[in-house]
């Protein structure tokens, strides 16, 4: 199956800085990346995904870049603001079957003021 | 409102005593998931459902169990074979397999 992995596990930042979170998978058929957000007591919510297709995609001040050939793929947050501060969970689909995503253990993103 | 529900919040259960959760949801999504999640671990899948009477095992499957008998509803039963079973269980669905995630709430079960 897939493997997905997850670095760094936590990362804290100054508020205004930037954020990087960067995940490698295994399978060279997964082609669907997405990108979730835990605040703490809440439930996961997707950010932004990205598919196999394009190689970046920007949704205002998050955007993730995709590197097929070497299997990463990141997430980065400009401007960072204290509501960035959560647990961000990457993800992978399993290419050969359609179904289930593969998680990272997840980075808790802490922005300080 | 659309949504998925996941009942009980809170849940704890003697050892040697199965339990099962409810999820429900009236987004008319035909796949649903449920996740194990611990601390620094992620999250697991357990079982997922791609259509009504149908499931297949996830990665961390064993001494749990799942039923699809109606399109709304996936519950789990973490039974008595689930050798650590105090965890945050999330329940999901989605359109399609390669679609947005829609997470429940959650259940936190706490084994006594």
């Known amino acids: 199956g897939e493997n997905v992995e997850q670095h760094p596990s936590t990362l804290s930042v100054q508020e205004g800085d930037s954020a990087v979170i960067k995940c490698t998978y295994s399978?060279?058929?997964?082609?669907?990346f997405p990108w979730y957000k835990q605040e703490l007591g809440k439930r996961p919510q997707l950010i932004i995904d990205?598919?196999?297709?394009?190689g970046e995609k920007k949704d205002q001040r998050i955007a993730v870049t995709l590197n097929k050939t070497a299997k990463h793929f990141s997430l980065h947050i400009t401007e960072t603001q204290p509501e960035d501060s959560a647990v961000y969970f990457c993800?992978?689909?399993?290419?050969?079957?359609?179904?289930?995503?593969?998680f990272g253990r997840g980075t808790q993103l802490t922005v300080w003021p | 409102d659309g949504g998925i529900t996941q009942s009980p919040k809170y849940l704890f259960r003697k050892e040697g005593q199965n339990v099962t959760l409810s999820c429900e949801q009236n987004?008319?999504?035909?796949?649903m998931y449920w996740y194990r999640q611990d601390p620094g671990q992620g999250l697991r899948l357990i079982y997922y459902?791609?259509?009504?009477?149908?499931?297949q095992k996830g990665d961390i499957a064993e001494g749990y169990s799942v039923s699809r008998e109606k399109k709304e509803s996936f519950p789990l039963t973490v039974t008595s074979a689930q050798k650590n079973p105090t965890a945050f269980y999330l329940c999901?669905?989605?359109?399609?397999?390669?679609?947005?995630?829609?997470f429940g709430e959650g259940s936190r079960l706490t084994v006594l």
């Open positions: 999901a669905s989605s359109l399609s397999p390669t679609g947005e995630l829609f």
């Open positions: 399978d060279s058929a997964s082609n669907y």
């Open positions: 990205i598919r196999s297709n394009v």
């Open positions: 993800a992978a689909n399993q290419g050969s079957t359609l179904g289930r995503l593969y």
């Open positions: 987004l008319n999504h035909d796949a």
């Open positions: 459902s791609q259509i009504v009477n149908d499931f």
